[in-house]
C-alpha cells in the first residue's frame, strides 16, 4: 500500500510541501485538509484598508492542487492522536464525507489563531474588537474608518512573536492614510499601544517613530493591555485608553489540538529549525507559523520552514535529491501616506537567518515602489502555490 502523507492546513507553508512532495513522491497519497474552500493571503491584506488591494486579488481556491493528484478535504481538524496515528475532522460547509484519517507521516501547517482570553472582559467584548488580521474584521475596519467622522483609534501589538510583526505599524499608518485622506484626520486621536519595548521588527522601530511623530499618532511601548471595556482598555501598569475604533492584535498561538495532542504549547515543539520532527515523533513535523521556530512569523520564513519540512520527509523516504533553502528574508511595511494619498508608501527591511547572530538590514527612504514589490511578491507566491494568476 502506498503511503500516506496528511498536511493540516492548506496554506503557505502547507502548500509548500504539498506542491514539492507532489513533484518529488508520485507514488505516495497525498492529502491536504483545510477548514475553507478558499485561501485568503495575508501580506497586502491592509491595503483592503485603504482600498489599494481588493478581496478577489488575494483568494485562491484548490482546484490547481487537486489536479495534481492531491486529495483535497475541506474540514476542521479538531483533534489528533499520534499515537495512533489518526486526524479527526469536524463538519464544514462541504458536509463532513470524512471524520477519521490515518496517516504515515502528519504534518502540522494550521498557522496560528488569535487568542483574547487572557484580556479580562475579552470574552464580552470581543465583537467591538477589529483587525487587519482576518478577512471580516479587516472589512468592519474599512468601514469604520471609511465612515465615521471623529473619535479615537487604538492600535495594538501583543508580546512577539506574533504574525507579521509590522502589521500593527501598518495599520496605524494606514489608519492616519483614510482619515487624512477624507479630511478628519485632526478629529482622530490615533495610539499604538504594544506589548514590546519597541515596535517590530525592532531594526525598523526608528523609522517608524520618526514617521509616527509626523503623523501625529501616539506610541506607547511596553504596556501590555489585561482589560477591555466597551469603549476602553486597560494596561497591565493601570493606564486606560478610550476607544472608539480599536484595531487590537490578540495573542497568537497554535489551535488547540496541538496542544491537547501534547505536542506543544503555545506552538508545536519542533527538533530545530532544519529538522522539524516533533521530537517525540518521527512521523510528525510542523511547519509555518504553527511551529516554535525562534524566527519572525512571515511568509518567507513559512515558505522555508516547509522547504526543510518537505527535505527531512525526502530523506526518511530514501530520496537523495533536495530542495535548496535556507532561512533568510524580505520584507515590506505599509507606511501609508503622510499627506492622506490613497498611494502607500512602504519600507524594504531584510534579514539574513544564517549567520550567529543574525543580519538585518533596511533602506529607511520609504518608497512606491516597495509597495508594488511587494504585490507583485505576494502573487507571485500566489501562483506558485496555487497553479493560477487572478486576472
Ligand atoms: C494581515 C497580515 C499581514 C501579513 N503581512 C505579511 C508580510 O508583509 N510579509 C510576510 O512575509 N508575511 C506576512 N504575513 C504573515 C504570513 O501571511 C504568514 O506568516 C503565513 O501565511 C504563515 O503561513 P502558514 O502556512 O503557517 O499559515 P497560513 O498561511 O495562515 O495557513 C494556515 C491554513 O491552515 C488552515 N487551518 C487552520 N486551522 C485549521 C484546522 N483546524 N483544520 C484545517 N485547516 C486549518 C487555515 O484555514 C489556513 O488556510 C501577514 C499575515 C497577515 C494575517
Given at each position: 500500500m502506498s503511503k500516506k502523507i496528511v498536511i493540516v492546513g492548506g496554506g503557505i507553508a502547507g502548500m509548500g510541501i504539498v506542491n514539492t512532495l507532489a513533484e518529488k513522491l508520485k507514488d505516495k497519497e497525498i492529502t491536504v485538509i483545510n477548514k475553507e474552500d478558499f485561501y485568503f493571503a495575508g501580506p497586502s491584506r491592509p491595503l483592503i484598508l485603504t482600498k489599494e488591494q481588493q478581496y478577489d486579488r488575494i483568494i485562491r481556491g484548490y482546484e490547481e492542487v487537486g489536479k495534481k493528484g492531491v486529495k483535497v478535504i475541506i474540514g476542521n481538524v479538531y483533534k489528533i492522536d499520534p499515537d495512533n496515528r489518526r486526524v479527526y475532522l469536524a463538519e464544514s460547509s462541504m458536509g463532513n464525507k470524512v471524520k477519521e484519517l490515518s496517516y504515515d507521516y502528519l504534518v502540522l501547517t494550521p498557522g496560528i489563531v488569535y487568542d483574547g482570553?487572557?484580556?479580562?472582559g475579552y470574552d464580552k467584548y470581543a465583537w467591538k474588537n477589529t483587525t487587519v488580521y482576518d478577512p471580516g474584521r479587516v472589512n468592519v475596519l474599512r468601514q469604520r474608518l471609511w465612515t465615521e467622522n471623529e473619535g479615537s483609534l487604538v492600535v495594538y501589538a501583543p508580546k512577539?512573536?506574533?504574525?507579521?510583526?509590522p502589521a500593527p505599524t501598518e495599520t496605524a499608518l494606514l489608519a492616519h492614510t483614510v482619515l487624512k485622506n477624507r479630511g478628519v484626520r485632526e478629529k482622530f486621536k490615533v495610539i499604538h499601544i504594544d506589548?514590546?519595548?519597541?515596535?517590530?521588527?525592532?531594526?525598523?522601530a526608528d523609522v517608524v517613530k520618526e514617521t509616527y511623530d509626523k503623523a501625529g499618532i501616539q506610541l506607547v511601548t511596553g504596556q501590555e493591555i489585561v482589560e477591555m471595556g466597551e469603549s476602553y482598555v486597560v494596561t497591565k501598569s493601570g493606564e486606560k485608553f478610550n476607544f472608539t475604533v480599536l484595531a487590537m492584535l490578540e495573542p497568537n498561538r497554535a489551535p488547540k489540538f496541538i496542544e491537547e495532542a501534547g505536542l506543544g504549547s503555545p506552538f508545536v515543539d519542533v527538533r530545530s529549525p532544519q529538522d522539524l520532527r516533533h521530537p517525540k515523533y518521527d512521523d510528525v513535523l510542523s511547519a509555518g507559523d504553527a511551529a516554535k521556530l525562534p524566527f519572525p512569523k512571515n511568509q518567507e520564513i513559512a515558505f522555508e520552514s516547509s522547504m526543510f519540512a518537505a527535505n527531512k520527509i525526502l530523506e526518511m523516504e530514501e530520496v537523495s535529491e533536495k530542495v535548496p533553502v535556507q532561512y533568510a528574508f524580505v520584507g515590506w511595511a505599509y507606511m501609508g501616506n503622510l499627506e492622506g494619498k490613497l498611494e502607500t508608501l512602504s519600507l524594504q527591511f531584510q534579514m539574513d537567518l544564517t549567520t550567529q547572530p543574525p543580519k538585518p538590514a533596511k533602506d529607511p527612504q520609504l518608497k512606491r515602489d516597495y509597495t508594488l514589490q511587494k504585490d507583485r511578491w505576494e502573487q507571485a507566491y500566489l501562483e506558485r502555490l496555487f497553479g493560477y494568476k487572478v486576472i
Open positions: 482570553s487572557s484580556i479580562n512577539a512573536p506574533y504574525r507579521c510583526a506589548a514590546n519595548d519597541k515596535t517590530q521588527p525592532p531594526f525598523i
